[in-house]
């Protein structure tokens, strides 16, 4: 979320404009940035206890509310209902951490490692009634070192995600149908 709107804020000509920062949590630390960056913010005020149904009726409300033309989730870790993306109706965006198709849901790190894998990346892709299946916007691959470790993989493709969601993003925006392909760092291959 941070990199997507430093990059709206501060790169010349960005098509694209912040203006809600959505979370179900009120504690989260993107909501200070948001704040701090002029961003209006929303949290729905419910009890835990009344579930994922009201977050989204009154999120939508407050999307319908603010004319809000995308979403682009970011550490977002819930699944939006097939009933909250037809009641939006406009493009939601996410990014997750695989080269989808492969390794879709929780846990990408460590089931590449199990698999043996010897790449690995991450993918911004439209949102459908189908979780991380549809259609892909972009992707960035990287290799996978050798003797890494989940975390250590996660902390080398941030970086990554950060570049391809913002070029996506971008493109996107435009409207050019450009598909954004990016090769994150190589390490070389021990024999």
Avoid: W
Avoid at 26 to 47: C, D, R, Y
Avoid at 119 to 143: C, E, F, S, Y
């Amino acid at each position: 979320m941070r990199a997507l709107i430093d990059d709206m804020k501060n790169e010349k000509g960005h098509p694209g404009h912040p203006k809600l920062v959505v979370s179900n949590n009120s504690a989260a630390e993107g909501l200070v940035f948001a704040k701090k960056n002029s961003i209006e913010t929303f949290v729905p005020n419910i009890e835990k206890n009344l579930g994922n149904s009201v977050f989204e009726e009154k999120t939508l409300d407050v999307l319908k509310e603010k004319n809000i033309d995308i979403i682009c989730l970011a550490g977002f870790m819930k699944i939006l209902s097939e009933n909250f993306i037809k009641s939006f109706s406009k493009p939601i965006l996410n990014i997750h951490p695989s080269i989808l198709p492969s390794f879709r849901g929780l846990n990408t790190y460590q089931r590449a490692l199990n698999a043996g894998s010897l790449i690995h990346g991450a993918t911004v892709h439209q949102i459908t009634k189908d979780v991380d299946q549809g259609p892909i916007l972009g992707q960035v691959i990287m290799r996978i070192a050798e003797n890494t470790t989940a975390k250590k993989m996660k902390e080398d493709l941030l970086p990554q995600e950060h570049l391809l969601y913002k070029r996506v993003l971008r493109e996107f925006l435009k409207r050019n149908g450009k598909k954004i392909l990016l090769l994150g760092p190589l390490p070389e291959i021990q024999n």
